[in-house]
């Protein structure tokens, strides 16, 4: 059983991704943080996002430090993450990897969540159920500044904004895995749902894909 979420940055994916694992029992990869850790490894090699040979090799071999490392939720990181994202080969390094955790959930568990950007559309096009969960930009923008400000991390609210604005447009414009939404995937817009009404949407649209499991 795998319950594909996928969708902008900020638009509480990973909150609900990681909120139906626990409810259900499931492993819960969160996708993000493996180009995260791609980028962060990239960045700490003195290396730019315009060299693909250096991407791929920061994207071999991630392992459990490089995806414990704090610097991961830094906006640096991620503003590289969608940068290394964008390059075919890198995608390519990472699909096993996310493909395998689907197939065969850690521990036995009987079910996966994966959250990313291509969950529902090239990594896992046959989950039994998938989300598309969306925010208008500025109630993203708001989120991800209340984070940054949250962990002390001092960046203006426009920053913040223009950031994000820039991530949507590569994440959405690429030739490889764009940012879209799968054909039969339910869309929860969180712009006025807070995480627990969010959850509830979830749950009911898990239920009504899962029924007759
Ligand atoms: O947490 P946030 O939504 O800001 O970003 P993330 O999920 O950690 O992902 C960081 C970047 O990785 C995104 O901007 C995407 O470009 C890329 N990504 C992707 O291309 N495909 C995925 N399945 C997951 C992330
Ligand atoms: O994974 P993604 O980048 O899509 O978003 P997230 O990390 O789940 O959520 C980003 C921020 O928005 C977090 O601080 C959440 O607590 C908050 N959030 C919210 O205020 N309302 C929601 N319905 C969902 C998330």
Request: proline share 4%; with cysteine.
């Amino acid at each position: 059983m795998v319950i594909a979420v996928d969708g902008p940055t900020a638009s509480g994916k990973g909150t609900l991704a990681r909120r139906l694992a626990a409810h259900f029992g499931f492993a819960y990869l969160d996708t993000g943080s493996l180009y995260r850790a791609a980028a962060l490894r990239l960045l700490r090699a003195g290396g730019d996002g315009a060299d693909t040979d250096a991407a791929v090799a920061a994207a071999q071999g991630i392992g459990p430090d490089d995806l414990a490392d704090p610097a991961l939720r830094e906006e640096a990181t991620g503003n590289m993450a969608s940068r290394v994202a964008a390059l075919q080969p890198v995608r390519d390094a990472l699909f096993a990897l996310q493909r395998d955790f689907a197939a065969c959930p850690p521990a036995g568990l009987p079910g996966a969540v994966l959250d990313g950007r291509d969950i529902g559309t090239v990594v896992c096009p046959d989950a039994r159920v998938k989300l598309f969960v969306t925010a208008d930009v500025a109630a993203r923008a708001r989120r991800r500044h209340l984070e940054l400000t949250g962990q002390g991390q001092e960046v203006a609210y426009e920053t913040v904004l223009r950031d994000l604005k820039d991530r949507d447009a590569r994440d959405s414009a690429r030739a490889t895995a764009p940012l879209a939404r799968a054909d039969d995937a339910v869309l929860i817009d969180t712009t006025k749902l807070d995480i627990e009404a969010a959850f509830s949407a979830a749950l009911e649209a898990c239920a009504s894909r899962m029924d007759g499991s």
